[in-house]
């Protein structure tokens, strides 16, 4: 058990549709991070928050969105949906930040996305 | 260019057996650490090994080891005496220390190990 935590594990949901994923971190992880793991893109990185504040975006949509609360846990939101967006959705937390190399990241379980 | 790049897409091994999965990388920084992880049928990632661009020796955890050649850039996995329950996607990673990646870890595509018994 990696002690993150991410609900739901399963999504079905319609095109157009908006949800929400949640993502609790490890005790005491001030960084979470987003991926998204789909089986022609591989894992990519969608963002990154930092003790509530945003600091890296990677290829994350605009109808994406995502934020940090003063808890600690994340949420992110994912609208206007398209079948592509069907995929399996990570959530990860680690210790630091920038420059913190050895930090390793600790996944959740993911949420498994399905758009019809 | 890919930052990381695993060309065996599938690999089997027989049960206890050794297995070597490849992995090159590519970054400027001096200072990166690179990382293995396994993700099971089930779905979950699992971080395995850790190794820093400034270790002079190769990591180890258990079964799993890192082959790292820093000239060749490449860090590659060894798993000993392979299992049953080694079969699995492994994932290689990258976090660079300074630049672009913020922190985050960029992923390879991934090699599918299928042990045999």
């Known amino acids: 058990d990696s002690g993150v935590t991410q609900t739901p594990k399963h999504l079905i949901t319609a095109t157009g549709q908006r949800v929400t994923l949640r993502c609790s971190p490890r005790?005491?992880?001030?960084?979470v991070y987003w991926y998204q793991q789909s089986l022609d893109q591989g894992l990519q990185f969608l963002i990154q928050?930092?003790?509530?504040?945003?600091?890296a975006k990677g290829n994350i949509l605009e109808r994406f969105s995502a934020q940090q609360f003063p808890d600690l846990h994340s949420e992110l939101n994912l609208s206007s949906l398209e079948l592509g967006d069907s995929a399996l959705y990570f959530c990860?937390?680690?210790?630091?930040?920038?420059?913190?190399?050895?930090?390793?990241?600790?996944f959740g379980n993911g949420t498994r996305l399905t758009v019809t | 260019a890919q930052k990381i790049t695993q060309t065996q897409p599938g690999m089997f091994v027989q049960e206890k057996e050794a297995v070597t999965l490849d992995c090159t990388y590519d970054?400027?920084?001096?200072?990166?650490?690179l990382f293995w992880y396994k993700q099971p049928s089930s779905g979950e990632m699992i971080f395995l090994i850790y190794q820093g661009s400034y270790d002079e020796q190769n990591a180890t955890e258990g079964r799993y080891s890192l082959n790292f050649q820093k000239a060749r850039k490449s860090a590659n996995l060894v798993i000993s005496a392979s299992q049953l329950g080694d079969s699995a996607m492994y994932f290689c990673a990258m976090r660079e220390g300074r630049g672009g990646s913020q922190g985050n870890l960029i992923f390879g595509k991934g090699t599918k190990l299928s042990v045999k018994p």
């Open positions: 990860a937390s680690s210790v630091g930040t920038q420059g913190r190399v050895g930090s390793p990241l600790h």
């Open positions: 970054t400027s920084d001096q200072s990166y650490g």
């Open positions: 005790s005491g992880d001030l960084s």
């Open positions: 928050y930092y003790n509530g504040e945003e600091r």
